[in-house]
């Protein structure tokens, strides 16, 4: 077939020559930048504004929590051609990964602790700071904290990174724990390795951002459920410090598949929504779900999740499928300027994001940069979401699909695999299937295919290709990958 | 107000040059040692290396008159002086230029008949011409002819000034130059076998292809069969004109519609109403006017200007490229180059600023052939380069009357405007037009379009050598083009050939020369005008050339001049164009034995050690002390290998105007210690460590800039990492120039210092492992292990984190003072510090207030004020710790000097209850 031809050829032009330590890019920019501008929030000369977190503030400015413990109340961030003006509410403060503002207060999570930080005298600046919990341990520079904004009870959940990234030398260093407003501080779960966001997915389920390293394959988002275990172990030495957690789980076995091990450790929680390595970005970080009702484009309810290593902003969906959450990720933009590190959306419905580049190979160039993306009002043909069905996966389009080619089961390609359940640092997929497409209806109004599938494997990441799909005007995807996490097969 | 300061240190690194303001000069120094020691001291203290670099700076500016294989410059080929030229001449020829003036490089002075003064050297001089090399700055060759001159002269003194060594630092620099001089004298043989001479530019692509490109600008095909070749940039179309609308002044449109050539010259738009009256063509003007308003959506509206934008869009029309195609103004506004240049017209009659603020923001929407390029101006700058070029437009407001729109005129205007066949270019998809393929040939010879005669037919603004041009095309018929035809085809379309030189092809005008600016005059002209194309597909990768033509990626922050976006439809093809285009030879290379020691070597050569490249290039956007050259760690994803490879041995080869020195002249390496001088393996070592890209590993060297934060008029704080304390410290410094830090975990003072505050560099920089690091001095630390605690069993801080101490915050005073708090058991406390300062004696102190409350009365607490090997109690409150610290005990408490295992402990016992009490300590630095 000469379509198949051309694609080749098209595959072997872009094998690198010579890898970039950094993963290629997935070289979508020129298209993605028609539907989403990047917009530069410039930032003054002299000022070294590396983002870690945000808030909106209901005088329409945006709250910047710094790596270097400063917050900026900044106004003029939502103006089309942004012009901003930085005020310095607070500073001195230890690493701000997570920042909430309710009546008044700021509620921070910094290295140390989670603090409430007033302005009692309005002069604009912050001259009170009160320690609402310190309960854990913090002895090496890398436990970082990581802050959920204010639940809907006010909580603040906390993801505690570990110790020098592999050990669990200080009580609860690979814990989530939840903060109450009057500094109640309560275990949520154990076995979190390197989180690098918090926050409620689209449902309002709080989950983190997982980083690929030991027991975990691959970057992932995973759920914060109450009781439960991520899936690192080093951390189980706190359980005496925990009574609501019950006893310790059993230990995982290494070199083994985290399908296998949920059998064995009632308590292990599987990742929700895994990203592949690379394809999916290196450190997936800050993440936001998208409530702006459309005004940035056709992902409302999605989560926007960013990525520190490759300077990208890609998307997630989720659902709960026989009591387990999985869901998918979809790319979404590249080429921004620095890593990203935390993503907040504006009340105009654009989506700022910020972040440095020190410390860790960033693609991104800057040092630091905060930058929003604002829809053009083009909407993209892009996957909008794939779901699980029982026979196989509901996919829906953007836009409609020309239904000669989205109804032919040869226009789709889909590979499965896993990664090793490991002690060990990362995972190569493992366990390749390749499942058939033996059906695809298509919906009437073009912008659903129900694939019925032949090979569906429980457990394994399902990759799509959707690269022969056409728009009904004829157009390509702009983005023709997408992964499903399939941890759960729907029951009929 | 800014109450704390930041202050960022650029590290002084090395000083590459200088000038030396002592009282002897240096040449006078130098002179006096004599140059045969100093021939000597060369080959033993010199460094190629530095020489190397050294070499092309603005200072000394040896590569103004000696660049390396270069030809007919002021001064000697050095590379080919010869084994003849002994080290101890080079040492003279630097210290007294003027001593032996090599034969051929003589000064001359000559003189016009018109009185213009040339000096420099003559390079040639035939019975047709003499050809000189200027000496002034831009050392520009003359060309004149024997006519012209008046009087030569021969100059007694070289070219080359004495006491030009006075430009260099000190006797180091002028070793290192003296040092690279030696190196490089005997390379010019075989570096000239590599040697091609570079054409200077200004060329034009053929004559033909020229009136190809003429014929696509005035758009002959809308009405023509064009039977010549096609170009691969799509065809130039018109303006939008519905975009045109509210946003061009009607009036404006009116009287350009009526006499196009006239009202604009230069335009493209053709006069379609050759034969009418001036009544009748002002009628069809008005109702194309009405009939062009109706199609937008809002009334043109004027609006207020700005002069201080205005002064800024001077600035910037003049710098960031207008004016490599629009005539530079002057401050009447008057044109200065409006020959050569693309006409602007009356923008100011024209546009509105919204209007004009939109179409420099984004041409392509009014101008989707990209022939007008973006300019990557930010809306700020669109602003002010708009406000700039309307500056003048208030004036001619005033007589206007105001527009009043006609339906009636416009629906007239609609037929008026296909009648005249203004929609064979303009609104194509409103319009039906029939097919009227006039055959386009040589043959044909009723007068038309390219006849000077008023009739019929369009009227172009067409000069005779237009004329000419455009039939050149025609005769000659279609041919297939050449990829090179249509890389030259493509550059003079779009005009990329104002600014690049591709070999002969194009190039900055001398005209416009001025133009070009640079933010780092250390890189010479290559910093100031815009890349060499020549070969350049050989040399950029096709990702990296896409991402520069099509998303604006920029590598160059020194050049003012940017490089404009045309659109990925009209220039994305030169891509491939190019890279099939420029070949290399490929450089065969051996095999790397050892990936990871060829890139440790390749780091080491890039740092201060090496070969020094962190000198003058940006790493990972840190820049060199000097200049910015181009980023070290984005060097892989630019450039081809064989295109490094080449380079290197010989930079100037590819860029004449580069001040890169080739540290393998004549194919020899200058370091001969590093991988046994092997000149290739040097080179893969440097191509392998430059892969790692944004990763590779920081050069040595590389200058980290220094932070210190300091207090102002208020205190300052930072919760981070402090030596001694671990993560929960919590330093503050005072206005009077003293510190403390204080540890949250174990809730105690854990030191003070006077002077400045901290660096935070290790806690702000890298993954932020480090601790902050106290600056000032007097640094006095106290024992670690809570202050408060019970009096007969306190806490062992060797088992951790004390756990009946909770630490519980901070609330700040009006000069940012922090009040700590927290808690011990049931006894809360409050710990406030301020600075002091004796102004006569200018000793500063802290004065430290802790209060206590419990619910519970309790007498079974002490408060450990210092501990030390001994404390002197010079009266019943006043204490001397190990001669250095002084704390006086205020108020009521008694304070009790008892023995600990390190020596003695200052302590206090405490009676806490509800009634909040307090301890007041003062705490002042001993000097003898």
């Known amino acids: 077939m000469p379509n198949h031809l051309a694609l080749l050829i098209v595959l072997m032009a872009s094998v690198p020559l010579q890898a970039q330590k950094l993963g290629e890019y997935w070289d979508t920019a020129e298209q993605e930048a ?12 002299g000022m070294a504004l590396e983002a870690g977190s945000f808030e909106l503030l209901p005088d329409n400015r945006l709250a910047i929590g710094t790596r270097r413990g400063d917050i900026y109340l900044v106004s003029g961030v939502f103006d089309e051609n942004p012009q901003p003006q930085f005020e310095r509410y607070a500073s001195g403060l230890d690493e701000l990964f997570g920042l909430s503002y309710k009546d008044g207060h700021f509620y921070v999570t910094q290295q140390t602790e989670v603090t409430r930080i007033t302005d009692t005298d309005r002069d604009g600046r912050a001259d009170r700071f009160e320690t609402l919990s310190d309960v854990w341990g913090f002895g090496n520079y890398h ?54 966001g918090i926050g409620p997915n689209e449902h309002g389920v709080m989950f983190y951002a997982e980083s690929q390293g030991p027991w975990n394959g691959s970057c992932s988002l995973k759920v914060l459920e ?59 970080s800050g993440f936001m779900v998208d409530r702006t009702e459309g005004k940035f484009g056709p992902f409302e309810n999605q989560i926007f999740i960013g990525d520190f ?41 654009n989506l700022i994001v910020g972040g440095t580049n020190r410390g860790w190979p960033v693609r991104g160039p800057r040092e630091f940069a905060i930058q929003r993306l604002d829809w053009t009002g083009i909407t993209p043909f892009e996957i909008k979401q794939i779901n699980a069905r029982p026979d196989g996966f509901l996919v829906t389009f953007t836009k409609p699909v020309n239904r000669d080619i989205a109804s032919q089961p040869e226009s789709y390609a889909l590979k499965t695999y896993t990664h090793i359940y490991q002690q060990g640092y990362g995972s190569p997929e493992v366990d390749h299937t390749t499942p058939r497409v033996v059906r695809s209806v298509v919906s009437d109004d073009g912008l659903r295919a129900h694939l019925q599938i032949d090979g569906l494997v429980q457990g394994h990441v399902h990759e799509f290709d959707f690269s022969r799909i056409r728009s009904a005007e004829g157009n390509e995807l702009v983005h023709v990958n997408a992964y499903y996490t399939l941890n759960e097969i729907p029951a009929d | 107000m800014n109450h704390t300061r930041i202050v960022i240190i650029a590290g002084t690194a090395m000083i590459l040059f200088g000038s030396s303001a002592e009282a002897q000069t240096l040449s006078a120094e130098l002179k006096a040692e004599g140059a045969a020691a100093l021939a000597k001291a060369a080959v033993e203290q010199g460094s190629a290396v530095r020489g190397a670099i050294l070499f092309p700076q603005q200072k000394p500016g040896c590569a103004n008159c000696h660049s390396p294989g270069a030809e007919n410059l002021l001064g000697p080929d050095l590379t080919k002086l010869g084994e003849e030229t002994t080290n101890v001449d080079l040492v003279e020829a630097l210290l007294e230029p003027s001593k032996k003036i090599r034969n051929g490089y003589e000064s001359s002075t000559v003189t016009t008949v018109t009185g213009k003064v040339y000096s420099g050297r003559i390079v040639s001089r035939t019975a047709d011409q003499l050809v000189l090399r200027d000496s002034s700055p831009d050392r520009r060759l003359i060309v004149l002819h024997p006519s012209d001159i008046d009087q030569i002269a021969a100059n007694p003194k070289s070219t080359m000034p004495d006491g030009l060594v006075d430009q260099l630092a000190d006797r180091q620099q002028f070793l290192d130059i003296v040092k690279y001089t030696m190196e490089i004298k005997t390379s010019g043989s075989s570096a000239r076998a590599q040697a091609v001479p570079r054409s200077s530019g200004g060329g034009k692509i053929s004559k033909y292809l020229q009136g190809l490109v003429l014929m696509d600008d005035f758009q002959c095909r809308v009405c023509h069969r064009v039977e010549t070749a096609a170009s691969l940039v799509p065809p130039k179309q018109a303006p939008e004109l519905a975009w045109s609308a509210g946003r061009i002044n009607p009036n404006y449109m009116e009287r350009f519609i009526a006499d196009p050539l006239h009202v604009k010259p230069g335009t493209t738009m053709p006069d379609v109403m050759g034969t009418r009256s001036a009544d009748e063509r002002q009628a069809a003007a008005k109702e194309i006017t009405h009939f ?56 100011d009659q024209k546009y509105n600023l919204d209007g004009l603020v939109a179409f420099l923001e984004d041409p392509h929407v009014a101008r989707p052939s990209g022939r007008m390029p973006n300019m990557q101006l930010t809306h700020w700058e669109a602003i002010d380069i708009a406000h700039y070029l309307l500056q003048r437009s208030d004036s001619s407001r005033a007589t206007e009357k105001p527009f009043k729109w006609s339906r009636e005129l416009a629906e007239k205007g609609r037929l008026r405007f296909g009648q005249l066949g203004c929609n064979r270019c303009h609104l194509k998809d409103q319009f039906r037009s029939e097919e009227l393929a006039v055959p386009l040939t040589s043959s044909n010879t009723q007068p038309g379009c390219l006849s000077e005669e008023i009739g019929n037919w369009p009227r172009f603004d067409l000069s005779g050598e237009q004329r000419d041009t455009i039939r050149a095309a025609m005769t000659h018929g279609p041919t297939e083009l050449t990829n090179e035809q249509q890389i030259g085809l493509t550059m003079t379309s779009l005009r990329c050939v104002v600014c690049h030189q591709r070999d002969a092809l194009g190039g900055v005008a001398p005209e416009r020369d001025e133009y070009f600016h640079t933010t780092n005059p250390n890189l010479g002209p290559q910093g100031r005008i815009p890349p060499l194309l020549s070969d350049v597909g050989a040399k950029l990768k096709p990702k990296w050339m896409r991402q520069v033509l099509v998303t604006g990626r920029t590598i160059r922050p020194y050049l003012k001049t940017r490089m404009p976006q045309y659109g990925a439809d009209n220039v994305a ?30 780091h080491e050569m890039a740092g201060t050690s090496g070969l020094n490249c962190i000198a003058c290039h940006t790493f990972q956007q840190k820049r060199a002390a000097t200049m910015p050259a181009v980023d070290l760690t984005e060097m892989s994803e630019r450039l081809h290998s064989d295109w490094f490879y080449h380079y290197m041995r010989n930079p100037q080869r590819f860029n004449p105007n580069t001040i890169m020195p080739s540290f393998w002249p004549g194919g020899r390496a200058i370091r001969k210690d590093i991988l046994d001088g092997d000149v290739d393996r040097q080179m893969q070592a440097l191509w392998w460590y430059l892969q790692d890209g944004r990763q590779a590993r920081t050069p040595r060297g590389l200058i980290r800039e220094r932070i210190e934060l300091l207090a102002g008029d208020e205190a300052v704080m930072l919760r981070r990492s402090y030596s001694g304390i671990g993560k929960r410290g919590i330093g503050v410094g005072y206005p009077n120039q003293v510190n403390l830090a204080f540890d949250a975990e174990q809730m105690r003072l854990a030191m003070i210092w006077t002077g ?37 069993a306190p806490w062992n801080p060797e088992e951790g984190r004390p756990p009946k101490h909770q630490f519980r915050g901070y609330f700040l005073d009006e000069a940012q003072r922090p009040t700590f708090m927290y808690r011990f058991d049931n006894i809360e406390v409050e710990d406030y510090s301020i600075d002091s300062k004796d102004e006569t004696s200018g000793d500063v102190g802290i004065r430290r207030t802790l209060s206590f409350r419990s619910q519970q009365q309790r007498n079974d607490t002490a408060f450990r004020v210092a501990s030390g090997e001994a404390i002197v109690t010079e009266d019943n409150r006043t204490f001397l710790v190990d001669d250095t610290l002084r704390i006086r005990i205020a108020g009521d408490h008694k304070a009790q000097v008892v023995g600990s295992p390190t020596g003695q402990q200052l302590r206090v016992p405490l009676n806490v209850g509800p009634k909040k009490s307090s301890l007041v300590l003062e705490y002042s630095w001993y000097t003898h």
């Open chain 1, 34 to 45: 028609k539907y989403y501008r990047i917009v530069e929030v410039p930032i003054p000369k």
């Open chain 1, 143 to 196: 436990e970082f904290a990581f802050g959920s904004k204010l639940d809907s009870e006010d909580n603040i959940w906390v993801a505690l990174c570990l110790s020098k990234s592999y050990h669990s030398d200080l009580p609860f260093r690979g814990w989530c724990m939840k903060v109450t407003p009057d500094g109640k501080t309560i275990p949520i779960c154990s076995g979190i390795r390197s989180p690098c």
């Open chain 1, 226 to 284: 109450p009781g439960g275990f991520m899936g690192h172990p080093v951390s189980f030495k706190w359980y005496d410090l925990a009574e609501n957690m019950g006893p310790k789980p059993v230990e995982p076995n290494t070199r083994s598949r985290l399908l296998t091990e949920r059998n064995r450790v009632k308590e292990l929680v599987p990742y929700a929504v895994v990203f592949p390595y690379i394809k999916m970005g290196r450190s997936i």
């Open chain 1, 309 to 349: 290593s490759l300077s990208v902003v890609m998307r997630a969906t989720t659902e709960k499928v026989n009591g387990i959450w999985q869901g998918a990720c979809y790319p979404f933009r590249e080429g921004l300027a620095t890593g990203l590190l935390a993503c907040q959306f504006t009340p105009q419905g």
């Open chain 2, 292 to 347: 062009l308003v109706s199609l937008g959506e809002s009334p043109f509206q004027q609006q207020r200007l700005d002069q201080k934008a205005a002064e800024r869009g001077t600035e910037l029309f003049h710098t960031v490229g207008c004016v490599a195609c629009h005539s530079p103004r002057n401050e009447d506004g008057v044109e200065l180059l409006s020959e050569d240049s693309v006409a602007l017209g009356k923008v």
């Open chain 2, 573 to 602: 093809h030169l891509v491939d164009l190019f890279q099939e285009v420029d070949k290399l030879p490929a450089v065969e290379i051996g095999d790397i034995i050892d990936v990871k020691e060829t890139r440790n070597i390749g």
């Open chain 2, 756 to 792: 400045k505050f901290a660096d935070p560099g290790s806690v702000w920089g890298g993954q932020g492992s480090g601790n902050v690091r106290p600056l000032g001095s007097n640094l006095i630390p106290f024992d670690s292990g809570p202050e408060l605690d019970d009096a007969t």
